[in-house]
């Protein structure tokens, strides 16, 4: 359930997910990951307030970035122009890894986009760099790592979309590898939904 504030005022450390309209991929990641009260989330990215401006850090097309916070919210709305986005923030007893967190994005910046969401290189998508930045004091990761689908639960079959995508990678589809997206990290017990832009 949304325990949302009225106002959203965002914090070092906060999760915003998105809703992006990237085509028939994103749609496939929606179908196969329910986030947060049923919501459909495509995308990741950590809060970072430096210097009087809100940033986040995020691996999209161009690898891992720092986005100003107002350049994300305008990626993706809904018919009344509403950003696209759902604010999470870790529970009190997870926010002392913050600061490591935003240390482990700041060292990843300008590595590559992991296109073939592969958690054994050095490459990174959205919901990879939130599992390697958030670690507890004895190196565990804080989220949790589930079996990948690239499969149409109502066919059983493989999403066209991402038969055509690995093809032109030539890469075998990493079908039951490990992996995380960001609706699977949207409904972990370890963060609250603090609010959401649209409704």
């Keep these: 359930m949304l325990a949302c504030t009225r106002d959203y005022t965002p914090q070092t450390g906060d999760l915003v997910f998105q809703d992006l309209d ?9 179908k196969v990951t329910t986030g947060v009260d049923g919501t459909n989330l495509s995308h990741v990215g950590i809060v970072s307030l430096e210097h009087d401006t809100t940033f986040i850090y995020e691996a999209i097309g161009p690898g891992v970035i720092r986005t100003p916070f107002e ?9 009344k122009g509403n950003p696209k986005v759902l ?32 958690l054994q290189n050095e490459r990174y ?3 990879e760099l939130v599992y390697f930045a958030f670690n507890d004091a004895s190196g565990k990761h804080l989220f ?3 079996s990948m689908t690239f499969k149409d639960p109502d066919t059983g079959k493989t999403f ?5 995508y690995y093809k032109k990678l030539g890469l075998p589809i990493p079908e039951g590898k490990p992996g995380l ?6 409904r972990s017990p370890i963060i609250d939904i603090v609010y959401r832009y649209y409704p």
């Design 22 to 30: 990237c085509g028939d991929l994103c749609t496939a990641i929606e």
């Design 71 to 79: 350049t994300f919210k305008k990626r993706s709305s809904d018919r």
């Design 87 to 118: 604010a999470g923030r870790l529970k009190v007893a997870y926010r002392i890894y913050i600061p490591e967190a935003i240390n482990v994005c700041k060292s990843l910046m300008n590595k590559p986009y992991d296109d073939g969401f592969d």
């Design 125 to 127: 998508y959205c919901s």
């Design 144 to 146: 949790t790592l589930n």
């Design 160 to 164: 066209p979309a991402w038969e055509d």
């Design 181 to 186: 997206n960001p609706g699977s990290i949207s």
